[in-house]
Structures are given as C-alpha cells and as structure tokens.
C-alpha cells in the first residue's frame, strides 16, 4: 500500500515537512478522510474478538458502522468538517497490485482454517484480520450512515486518494487524511495521518507539507513522483536493488527516471525493457479526478434523526439511547464548527528574531524557494474570500526582515 | 548579550499571570525597541501580542534581534519567586540556552537568581495589519471583567453589539437569557472609570465567553480596557501598560453557518 518506505525517508531527510499535532488544533478545518481506508480499518478492529465481530441481527458486519459513526462523531465534536471520499474503479495499472493482494487474502482464509482447526486463538486473530475484505455492500452502508448524519460525500471515479488530493489543491479542503502515502504523490498540499485513530490510542495527528517535503529534498514535484515511483508504488514494480534511499540519491543526481535509466548500470539493475514508469507517472500527475463544481459543492446539513434510528437502531441493532445521544452530539458539535480561525484574517508573516539558542538544525535556507511559490498561491486562494475586508485595510505586514534565516521556512499554508 | 532591568518588577509577574493560560510556549522576541511577544492559542482562535518599550525599562541592552523560547507555566512558577517590589533583571548571553531572572530586594539586602532554561518553539508568526475600527470602546477593565464572568454563567457566547445606544453585551444558553448594556459615561471622578464609546458603524459580533474570560486575567495590568470591533475581523481587547506598552488579545468571531455559505467555500 501506498509507497515503500517514504515515511522514513522523509523523516530522516525531510525532518522539518513533518509536524505532529494535537488532534484538537484541527477545528474548523474541513478534511478530505480516504474513506475506504477508513472503513478497511474499522473492519479489522472494530468490536472484534478472534474472528468474531459486531454483527446485526441478520449476522451482517456492522463494525463500519460502528466505527463510521463514532469516528465521525469524534471529528465533528472536535469542529472538524469531514468529507468522505469513496473509490471508485482502480485504474488497469493497479491490477497487479490488487491481484497480489488478493493473494494474499486467499493466503490468509487458508491460514485461517487450519487456526481454527488447530483452535490457536492468535492465529485465528491475525489469520481473520487478513482475510478482511471492503465490500460494495460496506461502503454503501457507510454513505448512507453518512449522508444521514448530515456529512458529505464523494464518489471519486477512480482512486479515491487521488480525489482528496484533488478537493485539497482546488482549496476545497484544508488537508487530506489517509494512511496512505500516495496522497502526497497526488499532490496533496497537506496531508494527514493518524487523524482516523482511536482516541483511545492518543496518537498525535502527523502532518506533511508537500511544498517543506519539495523544500527540503530539494525536488521538483515531478522528481518527487519519479522519487516515489523509484521508491515502489502501488502501479508497478521497483527496480531490484533500489530502495528510497538510493532512489533519492539517483534523483538528486540525475533528475529524472529517463535520465537515470540512461546512466544506471544495467549489468548491476535489472529494469524490465517494457517498465511503465511512464504510465505510472502518468496516474500520478493527471489522475481520472471529478472536477464537477456541482458534485463537489461541499455541505454539511444537520442530522436526520430519525432516518438515523431507523437505520441504527431498527436495521443494524444499535442501542437506541446511544443513538439518541450521539444525535445530540452531532447537533451540539454545529454550534463549535462556527469558530472562526486567526489565519483567515492574519497572515503568516516571517520574524525577524534569531533564536538565542541555537538550533541544531542545519542548512534550512538551501532552496525553499518552491516552499515560497507555493504559499504565493494559496495566498491566492485564501485571499479571493477575504479580499474584499482586507480592500479596507493598510496592510503593512511588519517583520519583513531582509536577512531571515530559519524562521522563513516556517511559512505557513493557509488555505483552508 | 541581553540584559534588561525593570524596576516594576511585579508589572512582569502580572503580565506572566495574564497570559500563561492562553499559551502554553512562546517565543520572546527582544530588539532595540523593546521586548515583546506573539503566540497564538493551542488553536489558532485567539492570539496575545505583548510589547514592553525599551523606554519602560531602567536599563535595557539588546545586542541584536533574539528570540527566547520558553515555557509560559514554568516562567510564571520563577517569577512568583519574586517580591512585588522586586526589581526584575533578565539576563541572557549569545548562544546560551537559557535565560536568568534576577530579583533584587528594594532594600538590596536580597539578591536572587534564577535560571531558566529556553526551549525551541516552532511559532507561527502572524502579520497584524493596521485596521480601522468601526467601533472603540472604553470601559473600566473591571467591569468588563465582572461582564464576562456572570455572562458565562448564563451561556458560552457573547454578542458584542456597538450602536447608538452603547454597547450591549448578550448570551443565550439552556436556563435562558441575559442583556447587559453599558452607555457613554464620561461624567466621573476619575478618567479610569469613563465608558467611552466612538462609533462609525454599528457593529454586532459572536465571541467565545472562554476567551474573554482568559483575557480578563489581565485587569490587575490596566485600570481600563480598550476593546476594537469590526465586522468580520477579530475583535482587539487591549490593555495599556503604563509608560510601556500594551497586552493585546485579539479573538476571531464565531461565524454564522448560513453566512458562511454565501463566501466562497475555501
């Protein structure tokens, strides 16, 4: 899933694009959540015990639904607007992947009946989370669920993150939230992970800037996707012997993948002759996205209580006063979600102090220039709502200092 | 090299006091002009700006622009160390990583130090414009105290609505409602305790009572209170430090939802 070890690649060379927040600081943030990974999620933790796991009365699986409903809960109390993102058919390139993955599973339902033949609760426990399978029929529930509670929903026509990547860089939504690395490789501006765990697991939200990650490799976006690609990628095969490391240093050195095919020593790396790199690229770059303004009108309505009892309580066997309560939880969380945020009305701006202690750090000032380009345009975005009170002001921005050092590159995103 | 002496020492414990709830750590930034700081909240809806004049201070040295990152909780723990009629030095050298408080007796019988030691605090800066308001209001920071703590009694938030009349502090919650209005009265024995109103505009705008309540801890620093309004910006509450500069918190407006719909989804 997603691309072979970039989260380490990132950390150990991009450390400053990385930044661990508290779940609360998103408020009245509007977020893209990849919602099949979400769901995948939830079948595999949710109410589970062995191989059992929360089931209606009719024995269906309800543990999305569980988990839909309180995960969304959580984000709404804490003023979040979420946006679900739906698959829809993978692109041909992925098939392969999925095939593997398919074996994999087919792997697991074996591991699994000799477990439970063996009756080695582990096993049965870890063979059972493998075979675990996102149907038509779960993330139909779960659009119902929620376009109940009054939370909006979009059915991507291809790859889902490469959708939330899409609403992020029209400035739809502030950030994206997966597990899945590839958003960055869509282009998303910011993205998220963490945000979908359980509370009870207090992990601080991790959030990457793409534009600090170009920043501070020193990558054009399409050397990026190239590094991503060289990485291993969910559309094709890597070359044998290239992990991210010497990707990035191949990427550094040559500039692209044409460029480093031409100088790779063959006898030393295999490279398939009919490699699709280009193809895969291609995904990357220009995904099948909607870009329908229609579809794409973003609204949050309150809840349908009772189409949500009917739904819970009568036809998935929820406790009707959890329901209830949790009800009054979404109609309370509108009220927070009105909070405005400083950044819509003030805008980052550099300090001109130099911190007393000195930084351990080093070399941040090496090119940030696309870091600067990309907050050039969002500024943009963000100002075209705005621009009509700021019209009003001065707008003398104090602390343009002329000889900043490290405090430019906290330049902020503030799009949405 | 940064070394700055404030005979008011306890002007610094009050300032600590009124800011250490809002923010956990901040950076202090310290030029020729003087010594100051801007944090934002956890997050991001309201945001402290603290400026103390080189003037202010009885001796004052500030090599080059520094930045001092520390933590607001364990500053305020050092401080309380000092008497109120302590004289305050802060003390720093280039490259160190931390800073000393020294307090001395006014007898100069006593003469502690404190060293602290800075953190590195990734803030974000914001850049404040220079607005015009559309309406000024300026009260006895007590009362505007006394305002927020029996309105949060009643509901979580407060309309601030500027007109003719005065200015009319408003809640709404589950036991019911509450109205406070306080009219232009300039007719009183000390200037402090003036309600003064200047209007362009009628003004009504939706703040969080938890805010204002945190910015009241202010009110030992300043006699009176300076709050600016302007639709759809955030409102400045501002409390003037004597001879030396100001506290200010400003405090993004909560939104109406249906008029949110109207702008440009962002």
Not at chain 1, 144 to 168: I, T
Not at chain 1, 359 to 376: N, Q, V, Y
Request: aromatic share 6%.
């Amino acid at each position: 899933m997603g691309i072979k070890g970039l989260t380490k690649l990132l950390a150990d060379n991009a450390p400053t694009s990385m930044k661990e927040n508290k779940f609360e600081t998103y408020f009245g943030r509007k977020i893209a959540v990849d919602a099949s990974m979400s769901i995948y999620q939830f079948l595999i933790v949710v109410g589970r015990s062995g191989a059992e796991m929360l089931t209606n009365e009719a024995g269906e699986v309800t543990s999305h639904l569980q988990g839909m409903f309180s995960r969304t809960i959580r984000l709404l109390e804490a003023g979040m607007k979420p946006v679900y993102v739906f698959d829809g058919k993978p692109p041909d390139m992925k098939n392969q992947e999925l095939k593997k993955r398919l074996s994999r599973r087919a792997e697991a339902e074996e591991g699994l009946s000799v477990a439970i033949e063996a009756d080695n609760k582990e096993d049965i426990e870890k063979f059972s989370k493998r075979t675990v399978k996102v149907t038509k029929q779960h993330n139909e529930d779960c659009k119902k669920l929620l376009r109940l509670m009054g939370v909006p929903v979009v059915e991507a026509p291809s790859e889902a993150e490469a959708q939330c990547a899409a609403l992020c860089k029209a400035g739809k939504v502030y950030a994206v939230a997966s597990e899945d690395m590839d958003s960055l490789t869509f282009g998303a501006p910011k993205f998220l992970r963490h945000l979908m765990d359980p509370s009870s697991k207090k992990v601080p939200v991790m959030e990457f800037d793409i534009a600090k990650i170009l920043a501070e490799l020193d990558l054009t976006m399409d050397q990026f996707i190239d590094l991503c690609i060289l990485s291993g990628c969910d559309y094709c095969d890597n070359i044998r012997g290239i992990g991210g490391l010497t990707a990035l240093k191949l990427i550094r050195q040559h500039g692209s993948i044409e460029n480093i095919l031409e100088n790779l020593n063959k006898d030393r790396y295999q490279i398939a002759d009919d490699w699709p790199y280009q193809e895969a690229r291609r995904l990357f770059k220009e995904p099948l996205v909607s870009t329908d303004d229609e579809e794409l009108n973003l609204k949050w309505s309150p809840p349908d209580e009772e189409g949500l009892i009917t739904f819970l309580v009568n036809e998935n066997g929820f406790s009707s006063d959890r329901v209830t309560r949790a009800i009054e939880k979404i109609k309370a969380a509108k009220n927070k979600s009105s909070q405005g945020r400083l950044e819509s009305f003030f805008k980052p701006t550099a300090n001109p102090s130099v911190p007393i202690k000195r930084k351990e750090s080093k070399c941040m000032l090496r090119s940030f220039k696309p870091a600067i380009d990309h907050k050039m345009s969002s500024l943009q975005i963000s100002n075209s709502s705005r621009s009509m009170i700021f019209g009003k002001l001065r707008m003398p921005i104090y602390n343009v200092g002329s000889e900043l050092s490290v405090p430019l590159s906290r330049g902020v995103c503030f799009g949405a | 090299m940064l070394e700055l002496r404030l005979v008011q020492g306890s002007l610094l414990k009050k300032v600590l006091e009124s800011i250490k709830e809002l923010v956990n750590d901040a950076n202090f930034d310290c030029s020729s002009t003087g010594f100051s700081l801007q944090a934002m909240d956890s997050s991001h809806v309201a945001l402290v700006a603290l400026l103390l004049r080189s003037e202010g201070f009885e001796h004052y040295r500030c090599d080059r622009n520094l930045s001092m990152g520390m933590n607001l909780n364990n500053m305020a723990k050092m401080l309380k160390c000092a008497g109120n009629d302590d004289i305050i030095t802060i003390k720093a050298d280039d490259g160190s990583d931390t800073v000393t408080f020294m307090f001395e007796s006014p007898t100069q019988d006593k003469i502690s130090d404190f060293e602290m030691k800075l953190m590195d605090i990734d803030s974000e800066h914001l850049g404040i414009p220079e607005a015009e308001y559309h309406a000024i209001v300026r009260m006895p920071s007590a009362e505007f105290a006394r305002i927020c703590k029996d309105l949060s009694s009643i509901g979580d938030t407060v309309v601030i609505a500027v007109s003719k009349e005065g200015v009319k502090f408003s809640t709404k919650g589950d036991i019911g409602s509450a109205n406070i209005v306080c009219r232009q009265n300039t007719t009183v024995d000390k200037p402090e305790e003036a309600t003064v109103i200047e209007m362009n505009e009628p003004v009504a705008l939706q703040f969080a009572l938890r805010y204002m309540n945190s910015f009241t801890k202010a009110t030992p620093l300043s006699s009176s209170v300076t709050i600016s309004l302007s639709n759809e910006l955030p409102v400045v509450v501002e409390y003037k430090i004597a001879e030396m500069g100001y506290v200010r918190f400003y405090l993004a407006p909560k939104i109406e939802e249906d008029e949110e719909e109207t702008k440009p989804q962002v």
